[in-house]
């Protein structure tokens, strides 16, 4: 059974308005437990819009949005219990810190959740070690953390309601390029960790080449292709007529095999050094 | 419940009161706010409800965003009436019971104040639907400009009234955005009592101060670099003109008022003392 699934979803904006345009339609999508999907797009298609029906943020116009078994508008318990099973953590989250200290921040997940003072504790611990946040900033005012600080603090609030499904909706958004592959390692790792799905809301298709094993590609408010980063990587034209670009060592490796070397296909360079490296027989 | 805020909305037109200069429409406004007062008959209440109809009409402004405007308004036309009907007395009597009296002039009061509030808010309303807030701003300013001589400095608040009218749309999306992540962790807004209530806007006021400063802060740097000054010397890229146009509007609200003045005269006061 998938853990997520959407069946014939659509989500108007600006309803009843001369603007009134389709964000997302005709979405029919299943998501298996323990996956890491990559969501790729460009800017409009659609994808956070998408993203924020899993958890019940936004109500779609029809369709039917299950997790895990439940459909999550049939009550309102369902639509709260959502809420916790899917863990989603907004585009530049650390705007939404509020509390006087970071724990306090963590903890303000888990506390809506109702838990007990000591499973809270255990959690918020969990959580900023997932992260990377060092025991000293727990105690420390969120407002004076750095910028990337503050980042990983916001997810850490996300997490420590240890949901079933964890959604970033672009995580790097901002950051340097350091910052950046934390986060991204922090994503894989937590995964490794807990088995949890994690759906990846990117821009980068270098990013999500690295870390994904799923790839979702959102054009013109709807799912254009769903499959492993190999089927959906391997289709270079289609992509690019949709305005994304595959990364640029994966552009090398298809003109080298146009050349006669047949070197097959990658996607990171980490993967392509292998392959140059195999083929001198060297090893990284 | 926040989209629902009207103020400084704009409606996109080409009618002749979008095209009618900003000073001109605020004070022709102003007048017809004050003509609302002088009515004292059912003819030239008549007249006035006329001619709100007709300002409705020219803006070509869809009637379903000028009932709009009202409906905020509705309760405190309704108490108003209720109040009126029940507490002036004098005229006739029309019912005179033990425990309430309902006399003429009750029911004409409450009848003309309801008129009154009603015709003042659709054409103030009309007034910022036919014209951005960018051109009202300019337009207070130009028409407030005599007060720089008490050393007022108007340009300063016209400017701090812009900028508030531009993040008005800003600011609303903000609280979306930050009321969408918190629910996302859970945050429960819609029930418990009262001060459950507040409480929990706490997680959505918090970082919507901090971000208002930090773009207050952000915002006044960026004038500072395209060397804002303020006060003298600064010119508009529109320049506001009177046209033929306005200049009929004014004939138009002066035949009005007039207009109302001889009904007054012609048919007296509806309210017996």
Redesign the interface.
Known sequence: MPILSMQGVAHLYNKGTPSQSKAIYDINLDIEEGELVGIIGHTGSGKSTLV?HF?G?LKPECGKIIVDGTDIWSSKKAT?EA??KV????QY?E????EETVYKDIS??PK??GLNEEEIHKRVLLAAEYVGLKKELLEKSP?DLSGGEKRRAAIA??IA?QPKVLILDEPTAGLDPRGRDKILDMIKSYREKTGSTVLLVSHSMEDVAKIATKVLVMNNARVEMYGTVDEVYSRSEELRNIGLNIPQVSKIFELLNKNGLNLGSAYTVEKAAEIILSKGGASV | MIKDITIGQYYNGNSVLHRLDARMKIILTVAFIVSIFICKNFWSLGLMVLFTLQTVIISRVPLKMVLKSIKPIAIIVLFTSVINIFYIKGGTPLIDGRYIDITTNGVFTALFMALRIVCLVVVSSMLTYTTTPTMLTDAIEKLLSPLKIFKIPVSTLAMMMTLALRFIPTLVDEID??T?????????LDDGNFIERIKAL???I??LF??SIRRAIELADAMDCRCYTGGPGRTRMKQMKFCLRDFIALIFIVLFIAGIVLLNYYFGAVLVK
Not at chain 1, 87 to 90: E, K, S, T
Not at chain 2, 183 to 188: E, H, T
């Open positions: 924020q958890n943020i709260r809420r916790f863990g989603l953590c907004f989250p705007y939404q810190l509020f303000f997940g809506n959740m407002f609030g996300v309601m | 955005r930050i969408n992540a918190q629910k996302a962790r859970g945050a429960n706490v997680p959505i918090v970082p901090v971000s």
